[in-house]
């Protein structure tokens, strides 16, 4: 009887002492820019680790959001790829990152972040969604596919899904959504 509560004692111990970094299975990794995004993660840890995010993860950084980000949520971020910069006018990027410009790159950065964590499955066809910069996007169902259109009517279709981070979910998306103003 003892020897039994003993090694019941030592299998809990084991439980208690498995290291973070352990999936479980209800712990969904999706792979994103080929890098694992680990749901304990923050938004930004994940993030940095994605070679199709280095242009956002340069901008979040400029904008001086990290801290944000990386902050308990949750929130939904619409996460442009860099081929979604890449779409931007020349020199757009280079010139939204300069000092003097933050206020305009955060304006566009907060409008990819929507309070809240939204999994794929609630966002619905004509749905509006309040953006932390205070504009609002609309969802679309098109084809089988979640598209997000921005205050200029711009689409951008959603890539990767439930990309699932400790303080809350990233969608990618292969354009950037532009603000109203």
């Not at 694992?36 to 995010?53: F, L």
């Not at 003097?100 to 794929?120: F, Q, R």
């Not at 969608?171 to 109203?180: G, N, Q, Y």
Request: charged share 20%; proline share 5%.
């Amino acid at each position: 009887m003892k020897m039994r509560l003993l090694v019941s004692a030592a299998m809990a111990a084991m439980v208690v002492t498995v290291p973070a970094t352990v999936s479980f299975a209800k712990d969904k990794t999706v792979m994103a820019g080929g890098a694992a995004m680990y749901p304990s993660k923050t938004i930004v840890a994940n993030a940095v680790k994605s070679k199709d995010h280095t242009t956002l993860v340069a901008a979040v950084k400029a904008a001086g959001l990290v801290d944000t980000l990386s902050g308990p949520g949750p929130f939904t971020v619409f996460a442009p790829t860099n081929a979604a910069f890449g779409k931007l006018p020349k020199g757009t990027v280079e010139t939204l990152v300069k000092p003097e410009n933050k206020a305009t790159l955060t304006k566009i950065l907060t409008y990819h972040v929507v309070p809240g964590k939204l999994a794929a499955s609630d966002l619905k066809d004509g749905m509006k969604l309040k953006t932390a910069e205070g504009e609002e996007l609309s969802v679309k169902h098109q084809d089988g596919k979640v598209w997000i259109v921005d205050a200029k009517g711009g689409t951008s279709m959603v890539t990767i899904s439930n990309v699932n981070q400790s303080n809350g979910v990233i969608h990618v998306v292969d354009t950037v959504l532009m603000p109203a103003s």
